[in-house]
């Protein structure tokens, strides 16, 4: 089984930074995909932002671009999402994933193209 966790929520004034960390552990079975969501309550998981396989793809939902940025760590399987000027509106619980990819090439932003998910960490901005 592989295991997903999260890292660096937490509280931040509205146009503060957060950064999120997140590793897979357990048995990983080369490089996945990776990918963070959010949800807020009541609402499906949307896409936040996704990197491919390989690293060379990104993509970005619509609400985070401009603002966020996703980048591979140090180490295999793990991610990082900068996230820069945040809102009120961002404040939700964020959730990471990781897919064992088809494509080497294919950043996925489908909730249904992940097979592992973390529990999520907490962010919350305040005005």
């Known amino acids: 089984q592989v295991q997903v966790v999260e890292s660096g929520g937490g509280l931040v004034q509205a146009g503060g930074s957060l950064t999120l960390s997140c590793v897979l552990s357990?048995?990983?079975?080369?490089?996945?995909?990776l990918g963070w969501f959010r949800q807020v309550p009541g609402t499906s998981r949307e896409i936040v932002a996704s990197?491919?396989?390989?690293?060379?793809?990104?993509e970005y939902g619509d609400s985070v671009k401009g603002r966020f940025t996703i980048s591979s760590g140090h180490a295999e399987n793990t991610v990082v999402l900068q996230m820069d000027s945040l809102k009120p509106e961002d404040t939700t619980r964020y959730y990471c994933?990781?897919?064992?990819?088809?494509?080497?090439?294919?950043?996925?932003?489908?909730?249904?193209?992940?097979?592992?998910w973390g529990q999520g960490t907490q962010v919350t901005v305040s005005p």
């Open positions: 994933a990781a897919a064992f990819a088809l494509y080497d090439g294919k950043a996925y932003t489908r909730e249904s193209e992940y097979d592992y």
């Open positions: 990197i491919s396989r390989n690293k060379k793809s990104i």
């Open positions: 357990g048995r990983t079975q080369g490089t996945y995909a």
